[in-house]
């Protein structure tokens, strides 16, 4: 921040130039602190996104993309924490069914409901 004159700076690449200061981190912040379009992915918003057949991207930055691509940008900033949020109430990482998620049940495909049930989905 002393580079910074004390301020939080309110760009992307600033931010992310911050000791200790990501992709993600700066994306919220710009999000949240600056209302700034932004589509933060963490590893749990990755995971549903693969459940829900939006992104096939094997990290973080692919799902971004991925995501950004199919929801309006306008939407990323409030979607990005109803994501987060409906995923702790129905759909966790953990103890995870394809039935009791509204939005898995509706997504997946019959092999997925499968290998889930049997236990070999990596999902």
Request: glycine residues 8%; aromatic residues 6%.
């Amino acid at each position: 921040l002393e580079h910074h004159d004390g301020e939080v700076p309110a760009d992307l690449v600033a931010l992310e130039k911050l000791p200790g200061v990501g992709h993600k981190t700066a994306s919220v912040v710009m999000a949240q602190a600056f209302g700034v379009p932004s589509f933060p992915v963490d590893t749990h918003i990755h995971r549903l996104a693969a459940r829900w057949n939006l992104s096939n991207g094997r990290n973080v930055e692919q799902t971004e993309r991925d995501l950004k691509k199919v929801f309006p940008r306008d939407s990323w900033n409030k979607l990005h924490l109803q994501i987060i949020y409906f995923g702790r109430e129905h759909c966790p990482a953990r103890g995870h069914s394809l039935a009791d998620c509204p939005i898995c049940g509706w997504a997946a495909t019959k092999k997925r409901m499968r290998e889930e049930k049997n236990g070999s989905n990596p999902r």
